[in-house]
């Protein structure tokens, strides 16, 4: 390999980012034209910059609203092009939505590795994107990427040549801005930092151990070498960067011999800067402690656990060809399983299942062999089968008054009353509830009332065809078809019909629990003569 | 003693939200590597049908695949979609999840995540393509019947049958259908739906699981499984 192309895939990041914004991939000639093509690439690093002075100077949140401020105000004052706010908003959501972030799909430039001799595909993102919760919903905040501030850095703020981590060239500028506020907290996490690093060394040194063998120790002397470099770097550039907060101090002391005072924020800012000096020199402290040791620093290791532990060694499967395209081979049938693929991302809710309610349900005896729940979505449970379900049961209870009241006028040799029908049918409770339930009793012998006499043999002379389509409606034909299937008795009357005794009344006490309560009902009747004939009189 | 004491702890915060973080249970969060604690853990987890997950900063419980004491149920797909869901509604907000989920994570071993955010007319758009390939080569039947199953063709019919969009956003749009889905989604803190309801974007709980859990090579028996049991 020739020497000079060593590191030259980190060279390529520049051209990265510029061939993703000068070489747009989804142009929107309506909103450019109008501008112009080279004044256009302006605004786009114009609004860059601004996000960076956002980030860096203030304590204001970069929202997409500021960033339409700012660039309206350019497109008035600099390029001609009086906007409304409503224009500027829409080329600000395209600079930043479709320019800066590429409508949200990751981006990335081929760069040629000359040290390992293969193409890599370098992520080009410029502008980072939180997502914040209001009570309105959800709200933008962009701040730059490291890669971003890279980039704009070496466009005006340093020298090429020289090589420094971000962080702390972030933190120099806040100083020189007399933010020191963000300085200091900037401080803090270069503290935060050089704590973690020392964590992470010790993570590495027991992942190491753990994987011994899929370290490479040829590799691993190189990173001690190239780490011991690096942090020999960092400690010298923490070193100048003291020495401006010292002049920054001593700027505060000389106006405070001029004015014999200091003013409040003044004051603030000398606590703050004396915080940071603090800062700076517990994270130099720590600093020499690990060059001393001569362990490693945490960018070139942890990149090497993170890129051989999580995207190495982790290799994954084809979701289109897993689940998609399976999915389309599935039968309607096999829907009832799908949930099962996405169960392990939904909310964890065991409450459903183990709340209070279910232990006041009505219990059953245990029994020796449970039956089984099938797991997952049970098809009736859809509202078409649960109607059906329905329709079923309020038939079934249509039949069971119908048979029972015929056998109970049969039983007192042709003819009962309605409350004798009660009192002995009360004694069966388990059936006597499911023929009240939702008063269907109660109902059907109104319409029975109503319709006061079934002629069952004209009905069976009649031939007529009966249309078999269940629903819960009392629908007579139906009943009697079913009755003259299952029922012997039905088989053998001809008539029955339903007359209302004059002045005779009766008193009905009826309880049925809904939703775990239980409601109890006074119903006064009037009492009903129930008559049956048969076939041979 | 104390150990189990403070495992039931962790077990409780698990339970109750899905997942403990570093920045809101730091004692349990730091406690829960111990290997004692480790090892309680792992047996009650085992024995609830589920898995304790460590990411970053967050350890997350997830459930097994076929869990559903822990997991979602047919109650919630219902309300998905609504009291009429058809079979097909509910099968096609599935398929719909999935292809949101193939948009935002089909990077394979590369970068899975593809995307930052994703614009709704991106969905529909690639879900109309979708669409549009099997009801165009509606005349090769017999190409087709390997292709896709006659159910799969169903949801593509009615679909297509769908207008993009009108007022009141009913299930019977496109639009309204896809927000019926995506609200969901959001209800179990996997997406948010940006305020002009135009895109969405993933939480830090997907992106989690979905790279360093869910797309895992060593899930894809349990796929198999999931599949296997269909047929």
Known sequence: MYEFLEGFHKRMQLTAVVDALINRRKKKPEIEDQIGDKPFENL????????????????????????????????????????????SLEVTEYIVKTILQFDGVAMYYPVMNYE???????????????????????????SLTDQGYDFLFRTKEVDNELSFSVEEFKLRELIKRKNYKKALNQSNSLVQMVRQKKRDLEQYILSAKENIYGIDISKFDELIDSTFKLLSDEYEILGGIQNTVKISEMRIRDEYNLSGRLMDDMKKAQQ???????????????????INKREGSYKILISTIEDTFRYVLEKRFDFEKEVLKKMELSEEKDIKNLWRIFNPLFHVEPFRNFNLGLAYRAQSLMKESTEEVEPGIPMDELSEDQENIRAQRVNQTYLLIL???????????????????CEVFMENELKWKEITRD??????????????????KAWRESDENILINQTDEFNMDYLLYRLEEDSELYRHLDRISFTKIEGDCFELRISEEKSNVLWRKKIDFDNILIKVVKSNG | MDSIRTAMAIFKVLMEKGQLERENDSELFVRYSEPEIQDILNEMSEEMDCELLRIKDTIYLIPDYDNTMLGFRNKDVREWIGANARMSDVFLGYYMTALILNLFYGGKNRDPKQREFLNLTTIIEELDTRIQRILSNEEQAGEMEKEYSLNFKNIALIWD????????SRISTKLGFLLKVLRLLQLEGLIQIAENEKEIRTTRKLDDLMIHYYLNDSRINELHEIFKEEK
Do not use: H
């Not at chain 1, 390992?116 to 209001?134: A, F, P, Q």
């Open chain 1, 44 to 87: 786009i690093f114009s609004v860059l910059v601004f996000i960076m002075e956002k980030t860096l100077t203030e304590d204001e949140e970069c929202t997409l609203r500021n960033i339409s401020f700012f660039v309206r105000d350019l497109l008035n004052n600099y390029y001609n092009d009086p906007s409304s706010d409503e224009k």
């Open chain 1, 116 to 142: 390992n001799g293969k193409w890599e595909e370098l992520r080009v993102k410029i502008i980072d994107e939180k997502v914040m919760e209001t009570t309105k919903g959800y709200k933008s905040i962009y």
């Open chain 1, 272 to 290: 703050e800067l004396y915080q940071i000096s603090r800062n700076l020199s517990s994270a130099r402290q720590e600093q020499s402690k690990l």
């Open chain 1, 403 to 421: 048979e029972s009241m015929a056998e109970a006028a049969e039983r007192e040799g042709g003819e009962t009353t309605f409350r004798t029908y």
């Open chain 1, 439 to 456: 008063n269907l009793l109660f109902t059907t012998l109104l319409k029975l009332y109503e319709i006061e006499n079934i002629d069952i």
């Open chain 2, 161 to 168: 049958s769908k207008r993009v969009f009108e007022d009141g």
